[in-house]
């Protein structure tokens, strides 16, 4: 298996446009989770899908993040309009079930400028 | 809210010294992981470790859960530069089974 799989793996923005990451779990998982990394506040979840449902996003930090799960094998994380402090890390990872262990892609480093 | 606790934030020893880091809460984990993130990776699974007091080896690395199942940490031996990395502890639980991590521990291992 190729693993859980993040386009693009670096993103370079101006302020005020449109960002779409891009997850493609492993195959037969059925929870997704995207995380947000930074220095400052290490590893955030955005939000947690289950069976393709969003479970919990409380963590998407305002109405600018939207993240979509249209089918078990594809996720999309959408900030619009983008701004400097979105700046960071974003990772996808997938579980194969309740406590089981999840596998994290390779990330998208978005800077936005 | 489970919080996570993790000390030291930073750590930069040389090549073949001895190392501990911990992770603690003031609550009980159900079950707790270690994680290794390497630069510009994902963080990547480590071990699980699930009862009170269990001890698990890992090569050179050592991992305790705390008796009461608030604590754990993670001893290196001999350490080496392919050791450098940021080290997670994660607990998975509450109604939802989110996953939640520690902020971390940076180690750097110096040649």
């Known amino acids: 298996d190729a693993g859980v799989i993040q386009s693009p793996r670096h993103e370079v923005t101006e302020m005020g446009q449109e960002v779409t990451l891009r997850c493609k779990p492993i195959?037969?998982?059925?929870?997704l989770f995207w995380y947000r990394q930074t220095m400052m506040r290490g590893l955030e979840l955005l939000i947690y899908f289950n069976n393709n449902v969003p479970i919990d996003d409380s963590g998407m930090p305002e109405d600018r993040f939207s993240a979509k799960m249209p089918n078990a094998s594809f996720s999309t994380l959408k900030i619009q309009p983008s701004e400097p402090r979105d700046s960071a890390v974003y990772f996808c990872?997938?579980?194969?079930?309740?406590?089981?262990?999840?596998?994290f892609g390779q990330g998208t480093r978005l800077t936005v400028v | 809210t489970q919080l996570l606790e993790q000390s030291p934030q930073f750590l930069s020893i040389q090549e073949g010294e001895n190392l501990t880091v911990y992770c603690n809460s003031s609550?009980?984990?159900?079950?707790l992981q270690w994680y290794r993130q390497e630069p510009g990776e994902g963080p990547v699974l480590l071990v699980t470790v699930v009862t009170g007091g269990e001890v698990k080896k890992l090569k050179r690395l050592t991992f305790q859960f705390g008796d009461a199942r608030k604590d754990s940490s993670l001893h290196i031996t001999a350490a080496q530069p392919g050791d450098t990395g940021l080290y997670l502890c994660?607990?998975?639980?509450?109604?939802?089974?989110?996953?939640?991590f520690g902020k971390g521990t940076l180690l750097t291992v110096n040649p």
């Open positions: 994660k607990y998975s639980g509450g109604s939802n089974y989110k996953l939640t």
């Open positions: 609550s009980v984990f159900s079950s």
């Open positions: 990872a997938s579980r194969d079930r309740a406590g089981g262990s999840a596998f």
């Open positions: 195959s037969g998982h059925n929870s």
